[in-house]
């Protein structure tokens, strides 16, 4: 089983963070995409869909797309319960059309924060999702790309650690690397959850490949593509700009499609 057939887990263990991620994702719709109403808005890799309600609930054209039944199927039934149009659809994100995400007209925005995207292991995966994200965007639309980045040198953070605690449900968890090969551009990861209730307690352990970026190779990637430009990058925390360089690590891409 993977961590992502567990999304009860998933969905709360990322379950701090959706406030500054909201106020971003409203902010960028009217300052780069002009909007101050709804807008059309498309999360690739969406798993437990923990921000696509969100913003349908505000009135938001909404849809996410995701490889795991298990994380579509929890995504729709939340959907449900909010008297929301199911909008979660099982695919790939390499492959997509607007006509698989049963939308007639293209979107303004799309995103995809928390390093989904390193899934993709290879760079005609990289290549194929980011051309898929560009097909189905209006001319000018953006696309919000969270990314763990690789510095140079000795990487700098290969652990990571939290704790949610969410009505008796506690959880801690460690995302730590297994191994990196530079060459290959693969890390390996282990993702350990381990979850107490009043009644039981269990652990999820999950090791699963990652495709390594240093700034430069994403850049080499975007030049490749050549259908986005950075219009600017922000840290995780989605506060102030972050001017780029090759040590940095947590970065979100502000891309315009050209
Ligand atoms: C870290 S989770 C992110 C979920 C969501 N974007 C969020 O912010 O909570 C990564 C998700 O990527 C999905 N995924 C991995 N490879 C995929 C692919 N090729 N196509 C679609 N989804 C994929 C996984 O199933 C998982 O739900």
């Not at 913003?55 to 298990?70: F, Q, R, S």
């Not at 995504?75 to 698989?100: P, V, W, Y």
């Not at 290959?184 to 009644?199: G, S």
């Amino acid at each position: 089983m993977m961590i992502y057939d567990y999304p009860t887990l998933y969905d709360v263990l990322f379950s701090d963070s959706w406030k500054r991620e909201i106020e971003f994702l409203k902010t960028a719709l009217r300052y780069y995409c002009n909007i101050s109403g709804n807008g059309r808005i498309f999360e690739p890799a969406c798993g437990t869909g923990r921000l696509l309600w969100r913003l349908a609930k505000m009135g938001h054209k909404v849809v996410g797309l995701d490889l795991n039944p298990n994380a579509v199927l929890f995504c729709n039934k939340r959907f449900r319960q909010h008297g929301l149009t199911e909008s979660a659809i099982l695919g790939d994100m390499t492959r997509f059309s607007l006509n698989d995400l049963r939308h007639k007209k293209p979107f303004d925005l799309a995103f995809n924060f928390v390093s989904s995207f390193l899934h993709l292991t290879s760079e005609s995966a990289a290549l194929s999702h980011l051309h898929a994200v560009a097909d189905i965007l209006k001319p000018n639309g953006i696309y919000l790309l969270g990314l763990h980045l690789l510095p140079q040198g000795n990487a700098v953070c290969s652990q990571e650690k939290w704790s949610v605690q969410h009505g008796s449900l506690a959880l801690q968890s460690r995302l730590s690397r297994v191994s990196l090969d530079r060459q290959r551009r693969i890390e390996t990861v282990e993702f350990r959850i381990k979850a107490k209730t009043p009644k039981k307690r269990y652990e999820v352990v999950d090791i699963f490949p990652l495709r390594t970026y240093s700034l430069r190779q994403f850049q080499n990637l975007l030049k490749k593509v050549n259908r986005f430009d950075i219009l600017e990058t922000f840290d995780f925390n989605f506060q102030d700009p972050v001017q780029l360089n090759p040590q940095i690590e947590d970065v979100v891409f502000v891309l315009k499609k050209g």
